[in-house]
């Protein structure tokens, strides 16, 4: 498949992971790998980047949360409806060979990403601690599935409705004064992101990140996903990033730019 190029299929399944997070199963092989995302697209509604949940048996997932008119369109799609997409794109988790334990930090549909990541650890038979953070018990998501999968699953709440009450940066630090990780992988909210990868850097253990900006294009053309000072494109030179490179990113954890450039 040519990158530019969009595939319109039918949804196989929509899975209702909280009041405002769904799960689509697409039948389309991408031979994607963790971290990637797609170009996804609604007649109507516009197109987004989406990062994969998943993908196995020539099928693929991808979980959407509602906060605006594409992702709430996204989540009133029902079993049957057509969606576009195009992709794979950009980079991806780089899992070595010789780690043997991990520890993955997710908040929101940051979790998505790295669920698929665990999926992949756990089948090359490695260790992984499933680190997930939220304002309450409710907004918690793939916690069941990442059990089942054998993922230690260890959660943090604001509020102390479920696991530890504070964050998961402070989770993710016992962890790492308990146990011996091998390398820490991060996706979510941006403060949290620059949290895992100091307090990895401070235990010397690699870290990535996954770092998202407004994108159009996703192929590397338009320059809308560019970060100062580096100048590099999110949707071709990441969106995963070693915790090393973003550190050294201006905007990281600071500020991005809205679909007209502007400083937010
Ligand atoms: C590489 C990459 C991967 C992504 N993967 C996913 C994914 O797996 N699942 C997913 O749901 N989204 C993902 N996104 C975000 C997605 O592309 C859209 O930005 C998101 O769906 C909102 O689009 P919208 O048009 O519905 O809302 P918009 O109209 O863009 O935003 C509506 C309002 O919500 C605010 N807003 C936007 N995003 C968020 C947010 N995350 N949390 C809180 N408020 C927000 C905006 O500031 C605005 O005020 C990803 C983005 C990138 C760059
Ligand atoms: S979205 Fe166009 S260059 Fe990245």
Redesign the pocket.
């Known amino acids: 498949m040519k990158n530019d190029e969009f595939i319109v299929v039918k949804i196989e399944e929509v899975h209702k992971e909280s009041k405002d997070?769904i799960t689509l199963t697409i039948p389309y092989k991408l031979n994607s790998k963790p971290g990637q995302?797609v170009m996804?697209w609604l007649p109507g509604?516009?197109e987004?980047?989406?990062?994969?949940?998943g993908e196995k048996d020539g099928k693929f997932t991808?979980?959407?949360?509602?906060?605006?008119?594409?992702?709430?369109?996204?989540n009133n799609l029902k079993k049957g409806d057509k969606i576009g997409f195009r992709g794979p794109?950009?980079t991806h988790y780089k899992l070595p060979k010789d780690c043997t334990s991990i520890a993955t930090v997710g908040g929101?549909?940051?979790s998505?990403?790295l669920s698929y990541l665990t999926e992949e650890a756990i089948s090359q038979g490695k260790k992984v601690y499933f680190i997930e953070g939220a304002r309450t018990k409710t907004r918690l998501l793939f916690t069941e599935r990442m059990r089942k999968l054998g993922a230690e699953v260890l959660l943090s709440t604001d509020d102390g409705s479920e696991g530890v009450k504070g964050y998961s940066t402070d989770v993710l630090k016992n962890v790492l004064e308990t146990h011996k990780i091998d390398k820490v992988f991060t996706c979510g909210?941006e403060i949290m992101m620059k949290k895992v990868a100091e307090i990895s850097k401070e235990f010397k253990i690699p870290s990535e990140v996954?770092?998202?900006?407004?994108?159009k294009c996703g192929i590397g053309v338009c320059g809308q996903?560019c970060v100062d000072d580096l100048g590099i494109c999110?949707?071709t030179n990441?969106?995963i990033l070693s915790g090393e490179l973003a550190l050294k990113i201006k905007e990281f954890g600071v500020y991005h730019r809205?679909?007209t450039g502007k400083k937010?």
């Open positions: 997070t995302f996804l509604s516009g987004k980047p989406i990062s994969l949940s991808v979980s959407v949360c509602a906060v605006g008119s594409f992702s709430q369109a996204v794109f950009g929101g549909y940051g998505a990403p909210p996954s770092m998202e900006r407004y994108m996903c999110l949707c990441g969106p809205d679909p937010v």
